[in-house]
């Protein structure tokens, strides 16, 4: 049985495809996460939505932290994660599903490790490849047996917010290599790496970036073109728990803290894994 974590973005709040859920507050030593849990396909499915289920929560004001070591302590073991974003890259028009490969980093001030040296707790973790790549191919097999509108690849522009970009940042973000651009993945991402927890990130293009557009981007229309792509959503993520089939790439994500002697959840006063 694998125990999965869905984390949805802007437009993908509501769980409740999933059956019957049970709520819950897990408390970590970062403050408390709210998760649904569920069960599909005979695996267990923790749903959390990264701006609190009512939308109340700005991107910069997330717990992160408290999130991941929250699916860490249920002992979810991989977390497929669903952002909306702008493109930077006319390749990729809105509806394009994105399987990222890699992250450009502009955020400013959140705070992005578990080992701040608390308690003599120092980590540094290789980030090399920011997604693993045992689920981006189990997403990818995925949204090819959807017939959705998708990228293999695709580098993930993360900004602060909670404003848009202006014109001059897309451009200079298009030119560094970026095609899209959100504000959540990070630190989401590396996170969920030192927690020794396999990531994957499925981007979902709403809109065209600044300045790429005929006129002006409005919360309101990135969420109406998630609550558009929903249905395409939520059979990405039914046919990703469904999905058991083998996996032809191999990943480290569990042991990415080997040489520290692993994550361990009692070394930040939070309780073992919850059974």
Do not use: W
């Given at each position: 049985?694998?125990?999965i974590?869905?984390?949805?973005?802007?437009?993908?709040?509501?769980?409740?495809?999933?059956?019957?859920?049970?709520?819950?507050?897990v408390?970590?030593?970062?403050?408390?996460a709210?998760?649904?849990?569920?069960?599909?396909a005979?695996?267990?499915?923790?749903?959390?939505?990264?701006?609190?289920?009512?939308?109340?929560?700005?991107p910069?004001?997330?717990?992160?932290?408290?999130?991941i070591?929250?699916?860490k302590?249920?002992?979810?073991t991989?977390?497929?994660?669903?952002t909306?974003?702008?493109?930077?890259?006319?390749?990729?028009?809105?509806g394009?599903?994105?399987?990222?490969?890699?992250?450009l980093?502009f955020?400013?001030?959140?705070?992005?490790?578990?080992?701040?040296g608390?308690n003599?707790?120092?980590?540094?973790?290789?980030?090399?490849?920011p997604?693993?790549?045992?689920?981006?191919e189990?997403?990818?097999?995925?949204?090819?047996?959807?017939?959705l509108r998708?990228?293999?690849?695709?580098t993930y522009?993360?900004?602060?917010?909670?404003?848009?970009?202006?014109?001059?940042?897309?451009?200079?973000?298009?030119?560094?290599?970026g095609?899209?651009?959100?504000?959540?993945?990070?630190?989401?991402?590396?996170?969920?790496?030192e927690?020794?927890?396999?990531?994957?990130?499925?981007?979902?293009?709403?809109?065209?970036?600044?300045?790429?557009?005929?006129?002006?981007?409005?919360?309101?229309?990135?969420?109406?073109?998630?609550?558009?792509l929903g249905?395409?959503?939520?059979?990405?993520?039914?046919?990703?728990?469904?999905?058991?089939?083998?996996?032809?790439?191999?990943?480290?994500?569990?042991?990415?803290?080997?040489?520290?002697?692993?994550?361990?959840?009692?070394?930040?006063?939070?309780?073992?894994?919850?059974?």
């Amino acid at each position: 049985m694998r125990k999965i974590g869905i984390i949805g973005g802007t437009g993908v709040e509501d769980a409740s495809s999933f059956g019957r859920l049970t709520a819950l507050t897990v408390d970590t030593p970062f403050g408390q996460a709210h998760c649904l849990k569920g069960t599909a396909a005979g695996h267990e499915i923790y749903f959390l939505a990264r701006h609190g289920l009512d939308h109340s929560v700005p991107p910069h004001k997330i717990n992160y932290r408290a999130n991941i070591f929250a699916l860490k302590k249920l002992g979810v073991t991989e977390i497929l994660s669903f952002t909306a974003v702008g493109s930077l890259n006319r390749g990729l028009p809105p509806g394009t599903f994105v399987a990222t490969t890699q992250i450009l980093d502009f955020t400013k001030s959140r705070v992005n490790t578990f080992f701040n040296g608390e308690n003599g707790q120092v980590a540094h973790v290789d980030f090399a490849q920011p997604y693993c790549p045992a689920l981006r191919e189990r997403l990818i097999r995925c949204l090819v047996k959807l017939g959705l509108r998708h990228s293999k690849q695709g580098t993930y522009v993360v900004t602060e917010g909670p404003r848009y970009e202006t014109a001059a940042e897309v451009r200079m973000y298009g030119a560094m290599g970026g095609d899209v651009a959100g504000m959540t993945n990070m630190p989401e991402a590396v996170l969920a790496r030192e927690a020794e927890i396999c990531y994957a990130n499925c981007s979902v293009v709403t809109n065209m970036g600044s300045g790429l557009a005929a006129r002006a981007l409005s919360h309101e229309e990135v969420t109406e073109a998630m609550e558009k792509l929903g249905k395409q959503i939520l059979s990405v993520i039914e046919a990703y728990v469904q999905d058991d089939g083998p996996l032809t790439h191999s990943c480290h994500c569990a042991q990415a803290l080997q040489e520290y002697g692993g994550f361990r959840l009692e070394a930040f006063g939070g309780d073992k894994k919850e059974e």
